[in-house]
């Protein structure tokens, strides 16, 4: 390993998170304070020790006229490249702590405090439900433009094609799928803070409406209401610290095209990401005793599994078939606070990193994984893909 | 619209696709979106290298270069996959409708994504032949909409 490994010049310190829940009657600014401040104290820091700050989505939507200009998808596109590091896309971060962990790891910061807030619930319930992807906009931009127009009008029917192109290729079936969520919700049922926690059998699944072939109601993520803050800081600063974790090693690569509708095959989008991640620690798959997987669908915890080497290409279905080997006392317990499929969609990873800190620290509660001391996280399993392994300090 | 023709399929079930979001139209997407609206399909082909891309960026994908042209392709599409689309995102969406893939095996490099029309949206097979078609869109534009060419097995 002659790359230097300068993540682990950064510990993830602090989590915190408001209220969680399908509806939550307070502003948007009002959960974020909430998190922020409940995550700065995780971390047994105060406010005024926090130098850096970094929100998800960075810039956001310009709200000038020719404010922003260009798209850094299509950039990449056009001209071939492939991506170790990116800032300043709207999804331009592999992990929640990425950004914040080099800041630290190079001295421009010693405590970042990261955060991401969604009102998606309230929004959606709002509307009546969900609403098309890009509706904020009159029109659809860079590579939106190929899909909204044509009907593919959110992430669901985007996110199908490869997963029907995937069940197709190897075989993998609706019945073996159902597992992903009926597992992650009994994990839920654990969570006093998951938006869903009755019991989901897999008639339940199976019997549950199509939203966009192959992807029916079950295998989406849940649209809520919360704010998830994360704190970031050097790692010489861990006397400071209540229950700082290890980041062993991260990664984030982007090797295909950074589009839903030309990636050449989905199923392969985290490849490079966990390989680039495990070329960074000695530790290998079967050393990992938690996965917190991203899990926007059912599919992409498939294509984590075997992107991440804990079964081979192909072999997702039959892996998490029954059950048992993604919950808890499994071989690989899993989306352990419910995922985004029940935990709910705190998105972009902050849930999935929150829950893997929680797990190494041993404060997860009813559902701690016994003895946790590696766990994996995933980020996204779109065109975008970041990978760690987090460690007991 | 040329283009559109459906070589004896039927339209069956198919839904209009007037409802949503338009593109916007910029300095590299302008030919495709003009050529669509008289049913074509064009894509880039390299001046310097002969290869083709999709979609269009005004450089080539392969050597970089950024003389591009443009080629229409005419040639049948096979389906590289497939979604059915039964969620109402929009007040006035019509569904069901399927979507498509398409890549042109003698144009490797291109894939274009569509409707489907001529089939059942639920009998839509990956790997079945499709012709290229285009049908009037959200705004002003054309889209493309792929033509089912065979009953799929």
Known sequence: ?393 | MAGTDDEGASEGTHVGATAGIPPVITEETAAFWAAAKEGRLLVERCASCGAESFPPYGVCRACRSREVEHVEITEHGAVYSLTVNYQRWLPDLDVPYAMVLVEFPDHPGVRVAGRLRGCDPEAARIGMAVAVGFEPGPGDVAIPSFLALEEPA
């Not at chain 1, 559902?367 to 996204?380: G, I």
């Open chain 1, 1 to 393: 390993m002659s790359a230097q490994i300068c993540e682990r010049r950064a510990v993830i310190s602090g989590v915190g998170q408001s209220a969680i829940g399908r509806q939550v009657d307070r502003s948007g600014f009002a959960l974020t304070i909430d998190a922020i401040t409940a995550a700065v104290s995780d971390a047994g820091l105060a406010l005024d020790d926090i130098d850096g700050l970094a929100m998800f989505p960075g810039g956001g939507k310009a709200n000038l006229p020719g404010y922003a200009n260009g798209n850094l998808y299509e950039v990449q596109d056009a001209l071939r490249i492939t991506t170790t590091w990116r800032q300043g896309q709207v999804e331009g971060m592999s992990l929640p702590f990425y950004g914040p962990a080099m800041a630290v790891a190079t001295g421009q910061a010693r405590h970042v405090v990261i955060w991401r807030t969604v009102k998606e619930g309230s929004a959606a319930r709002g509307a009546g439900g969900r609403v098309a992807y890009g509706s904020t906009q009159p029109a659809a931009e860079g590579p939106l433009a190929w899909l909204l127009p044509i009907g593919m009008l959110s992430p669901v029917c985007q996110v199908a094609p490869y997963a029907a192109r995937y069940m197709h290729d190897y075989g993998v079936s609706r019945d073996q799928l159902g597992w992903i969520p009926v597992t992650q919700r009994a994990h839920a049922a654990l969570n006093p803070d998951a938006v869903y926690r009755t019991p989901l059998t897999i008639e339940d699944y199976l019997a549950s409406r199509m939203i966009s072939t192959p992807i029916c109601l079950f295998d989406c993520d849940v649209p809520l209401d919360g704010s998830t803050a994360i704190v970031v800081s050097a790692a010489e600063t861990v006397a400071d610290l209540r229950a700082p974790v290890r980041i062993e090693a991260m990664a984030g690569v982007i090797d295909g095209r950074p589009s839903w509708e030309q990636w050449e095959d989905f199923g392969r989008v985290g490849y490079a990401t966990a390989a680039a991640m495990w070329n960074r620690t000695t530790l290998r798959p079967s050393d990992v005793d938690a996965a917190q997987l991203y899990d926007g669908f059912t599919i992409e915890v498939i294509w984590w599994l075997e992107a991440m080497g804990f079964c081979g290409t192909g072999e997702g279905g039959a892996f998490v078939d029954g059950g048992a080997r993604i919950g808890l006392g499994g071989q690989l317990p899993t989306n352990t606070w419910g995922g985004q499929l029940s935990g709910g969609r705190l998105h972009a990873g902050f849930g999935h990193t929150a829950e893997a800190v929680r797990q190494l620290r041993g404060e997860a509660g009813d559902r701690q994984v016994h003895d946790a001391e590696v766990v994996a996280v995933t980020n996204v399993g779109g065109y975008e893909a970041g990978a760690a392994l987090l460690t007991r300090w």
